[in-house]
């Protein structure tokens, strides 16, 4: 049940940005006006550089600002590298609350490396073999501890993205 609802929240976190985006775009770009007949649309070439001209669409020049609020967004990299700060953080905070991996460690002692003996794990006595597993235990109140933290730096970058978001927006609009 615990992979079930991990599984589910990585698809919603996966599809919710791809579907709020379309949603935008569909808004900002439509091919048709409500009524169904086809709005006044500009041509491709007064859209180069657009993100609604990288996915093939027309622009409805009714709606300007939010045409230019929808580019600016689209057109801007802090934002965007905002949005993968948000993405590592819930990501570094599900790692703090699981345990730390297993350590394999494997080794040869007093291996001779010259003479008739050399490189032989068997003939000489001294040579020793050392295979071990270990596993670095932290308790489960420090590791929900570690992973609220970690929550909780998600939530305020976040809280940045949509700040850097609305003053992108503001300024836009004010412009």
């Not at 615990?2 to 599984?7: D, I, Y």
């Not at 589910?8 to 007949?37: E, K, M, R």
């Not at 180069?48 to 580019?71: D, F, K, S, T």
Request: charge should be positive; glycine fraction near 6%; hydrophobic fraction near 45%.
């Amino acid at each position: 049940m615990k992979v079930f609802r991990r599984s589910l929240f990585a698809w919603i976190a996966l599809l919710g940005p791809i579907f709020s985006q379309l949603a935008v775009s569909a808004y900002a770009c439509p091919l048709q006006n409500p009524t169904g007949a086809p709005a006044q649309m500009e041509s491709k070439d007064n859209m180069a550089g657009m993100p609604c001209a990288e996915m093939g669409m027309a622009v409805n020049v009714e709606q300007p600002a939010l045409r230019a609020q929808h580019c600016a967004q689209g057109n801007a990299p802090a934002l965007s590298a905002a949005a993968d700060g948000v993405q590592a953080a819930r990501d570094m905070a599900v790692a703090a609350g699981q345990l730390p991996d297993s350590v394999l460690r494997l080794g040869v002692d007093n291996l001779p490396v010259n003479g008739a003996d050399r490189w032989s794990l068997g003939r000489e006595f001294m040579t020793m073999r050392r295979m071990g597993l270990m596993q670095e235990y932290v308790s489960a109140d420090k590791r929900q501890v570690l992973r609220r933290r970690g929550e909780l730096d998600a939530v305020r970058q976040d809280a940045a993205r949509h700040s850097l978001a609305t003053t992108l927006r503001r300024d836009v609009a004010t412009a």
